[in-house]
């Protein structure tokens, strides 16, 4: 039985080996990386970086997420 600590790294181990994938848009990709994998920024810090709105940001996280979870897979939730 993993523990959740193990299971935490499995699922950032291969969700940056999803992003390598090309069916993410650059983005997408950027978005998923400074928000989940480096834990750095929240979304609204995200969604003025790219110059548009929460909801907007919101959407396109969604829509990467789906992306990730139908070729992979896997659920995904942020890192505390």
Do not use: G, P, W
């Not at 997408?28 to 990386?33: D, H």
């Not at 909801?55 to 990467?64: E, F, N, P």
Request: net charge positive; glycine share 0%.
């Amino acid at each position: 039985v993993r523990s959740r600590r193990q299971r935490q790294m499995c699922i950032r181990d291969r969700t940056e080996d999803v992003l390598k994938y090309d069916h993410l848009t650059e983005r997408e990709r950027a978005v998923i990386q400074m928000y989940y994998i480096e834990n750095m920024m929240t979304r609204k810090e995200i969604a003025d970086e790219f110059e548009v709105t929460e909801l907007r940001m919101r959407q396109i996280i969604s829509k990467a997420l789906r992306k990730i979870r139908k070729r992979a897979n896997i659920k995904i939730t942020k890192r505390q």
